[in-house]
């Protein structure tokens, strides 16, 4: 069984440019979430989709975008790109359906790393 | 708001030691909780999680104990190997997003 995949793995852009991550969940899995990780802040929460719709949303400023299409696979965009956003972004994907109760716990992918310079 | 709290690393060991890993958590409700590990250039593995007060956690000799009294959920193992020398994180689950702890480097010495 396929596990979480995203792409790409490594990514250098330049300071106000734009960025699409992609990410393919297990199958059958319909949840996808996002989160950051830098050494400063640590892991932090991005969104949740389920069933293509945005279910949950962390603090981050609107640059910050995503989508899920019908088959579960997500996207996340940043744009106007700035030093800051320099970090290993994690999507992981989940066969609860309820939010609420989580049983099943999150599977995450091996993350893209996306230098801005 | 909720949060999870853990121990600062770096830990340095001697393979064969005895390891834990404290984790506290502050949270409404009850919340499932997960151990995950990240190896160097990895994302996040689960390596183990309780959903409800009283359960055991358990995979590849490590356990935790979710302690609704104590609020905390500290992650052991009776003889640690060089392989396990990576990252560990202790998380809680909040309407379908994951708080996390900060995380303690596990180094093993052979």
């Known amino acids: 069984k396929a596990g979480v995949t995203q792409t790409p793995r490594y990514l250098i852009k330049t300071r106000g440019q734009q960025v699409t991550l992609s990410c393919s969940p297990i199958?059958?899995?319909?949840?996808v979430s996002w989160y950051q990780q830098t050494p400063g802040q640590g892991l932090q929460f991005l969104f949740e989709?389920?069933?293509?719709?945005?279910?949950n949303k962390g603090n981050f400023p609107g640059r910050f975008s995503g989508r899920q299409f019908s088959n579960s696979r997500s996207e996340m965009n940043v744009s106007t790109l700035e030093l800051g956003d320099s970090a290993l972004y994690l999507c992981?994907?989940?066969?609860?359906?309820?939010?609420?109760?989580?049983?099943?716990?999150?599977?995450f992918g091996s993350g893209t790393r996306l230098t801005v310079v | 708001g909720n949060s999870v709290t853990q121990m600062e690393g770096p830990v340095t060991l001697s393979e064969e030691a005895f390891l834990t890993i404290n984790c506290t958590y502050t949270a409404t409700g009850y919340p499932s909780l997960f151990w995950y590990v990240q190896y160097p250039g990895e994302g996040l593995q689960l390596l183990l999680k309780a959903t409800k007060a009283d359960d055991k956690g358990s995979n590849k000799g490590f356990e935790a104990t979710y302690r609704k009294e104590t609020t905390s959920f500290h992650l052991e193992k009776g003889s640690v190997q060089v392989s396990d020398s990576a990252v560990y994180f202790c998380a809680l689950s909040q309407g379908g997003k994951l708080i996390f702890g900060q995380g303690t480097e596990l180094s093993v010495k052979p």
């Open positions: 199958s059958g899995h319909r949840s």
């Open positions: 989709y389920f069933s293509e719709t945005q279910r």
């Open positions: 992981a994907s989940s066969l609860d359906a309820d939010s609420r109760r989580v049983s099943y716990g999150y599977t």
